[in-house]
């Protein structure tokens, strides 16, 4: 079992800044790969962002040149540093881990943190 727990949300205005973090239970470069998710009201769960244990690195359309993810592997936590944030990256955020310790193709998903943009 792998453990997530995120922190970083908040409310912040429209160009404003935010640095989530999930802090895992495991050695994260244990685990084949993690990545940050978002879900807004009345919306599937989309990837925002996400890293292999290989070492590449993906981000969706709409984040590119804003969100940057990073990992710290002494603290086990993975962060989503998020600027120039718009009303639509308005969405609950959720860390997940797939594979490493969980198990070939099983995945771990935080509780989730709400991240809210004011125009």
């Known amino acids: 079992q792998v453990q997530l727990v995120e922190s970083g949300g908040g409310l912040v205005q429209a160009g404003g800044s935010l640095r989530l973090s999930c802090a895992a239970s495991?050695?994260?470069?244990?685990?084949?790969?993690m990545g940050w998710y978002r879900q807004a009201l009345g919306k599937q769960r989309e990837l925002v962002a996400g890293?292999?244990?290989?070492?590449?690195?993906n981000y969706a359309d709409s984040v590119k040149g804003r969100f940057t993810i990073s990992a710290d592997n002494i603290k086990n936590t993975v962060y989503l540093q998020m600027n120039s944030l718009k009303p639509e990256d308005t969405a609950v955020y959720y860390c997940?881990?797939?594979?490493?310790?969980?198990?070939?193709?099983?995945?771990?998903w935080g509780q989730g943190t709400q991240v809210t943009v004011s125009s």
């Open positions: 495991v050695n994260i470069f244990s685990i084949n790969a």
């Open positions: 997940n881990a797939e594979g490493g310790p969980l198990g070939v193709g099983k995945i771990s």
């Open positions: 890293f292999s244990r290989r070492g590449s690195t």
